[in-house]
């Protein structure tokens, strides 16, 4: 798992929210023109405080929420300008990186979360730091759902939080007595060094997106797809499968990071004792 890269203020994210409102029919811009003064407070609010990575003391506006439906709309009913906003932001990510969910790492990432829930904070529909890419899955199992009832957040939130650089996903291979399966069991541990609320929040993330059940699920098919690969290599004529398996981990290392569960998959079955004896069985 990696961060991505946040839209810069340049043009201000109230500029870019303005595109959108200005799309509007004239009944909705007129109405949300009325409220203009508290929206901006709430853009300010909210960039300050995701920088600090304090989202959870940002207040609901009551004057925005009286034009929930019209600040919603903008995000529900989709103008071109909504549509440019996502492609900048989708554009702006390293090359690969959206190939996958940035918050499950599974699937490809064809919605995108509101970080803050547009049910509770409306303002925030089409603010461009609240919009975060990811798969249809997780944006269902974390709907509106943000902070915990002790009120703090339960979600990473991939444009600022710290994720960390050391390893800290890892998987133990199980192979069947035939050998006719591996199985994956994943499990998180802290890196050295790495403060314990962030550790508290990034573990939340995994526990709340169920990542470590979905990882294993997802396991036997890409273990499958990984020796197969292994040895159309061999057939071919190439060197060594666990070297084959070595660079492939490198390079998914390099894209999404040393954490992310192929990765680690991939690294792991690199070094297994029983990779030679798996590959002719596939
Ligand atoms: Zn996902």
């Known amino acids: 798992m990696k961060r991505l890269v946040p839209l810069s203020n340049t043009p201000s994210y109230v500029e870019r929210y303005l595109r959108i409102r200005d799309s509007k029919s004239a009944d909705v811009r007129v109405e949300l023109e009325s409220i203009h003064r508290p929206i901006v407070r709430q853009y300010d609010s909210y960039a300050l405080q995701a920088a600090s990575r304090n989202l959870e003391v940002v207040r609901r506006s009551q004057r925005c929420a009286t034009s929930a439906n019209a600040l919603r709309h903008c995000y529900d009913s989709p103008t071109n300008a909504l549509r440019a906003l996502k492609k900048e932001i989708k554009e702006l990510q390293p090359r690969r990186q959206l190939k996958y969910c940035p918050m499950c790492g599974v699937t490809l990432p064809k919605t995108f979360d509101h970080y803050m829930p547009a049910a509770r904070f409306p303002e925030y529909a089409v603010m461009a730091l609240n919009l975060i890419p990811c798969c249809s899955q997780c944006n269902s199992i974390k709907d509106d759902d943000w902070l915990s009832t002790s009120g703090e957040r339960q979600f990473l939130h991939l444009y600022f939080d710290c994720i960390p650089e050391e390893q800290y996903l890892f998987v133990q291979l199980l192979s069947s007595a035939d050998m006719r399966g591996v199985g994956a069991s994943f499990e ?20 709340r997106l169920k990542l470590l059940e979905r990882f294993s699920e997802e396991g036997n098919e890409e273990i499958a797809e990984v020796l197969a690969g292994c040895k159309a290599h061999l057939q071919a004529g190439g060197g060594s499968a666990s070297l ?9 290392a390099t894209v999404y990071g040393d954490s992310h569960w192929r990765t680690v998959l991939m690294r792991a079955l690199s070094t297994y004792s029983r990779l030679d004896q798996l590959i002719p069985l596939i």
């Open 244 to 252: 084959l398996l070595q660079n492939l981990a490198n390079d998914r």
């Open 188 to 207: 998180l541990r802290r890196p050295s060094g790495f403060r314990r609320n962030k550790w508290s929040l990034l573990t939340s993330h995994y526990k």
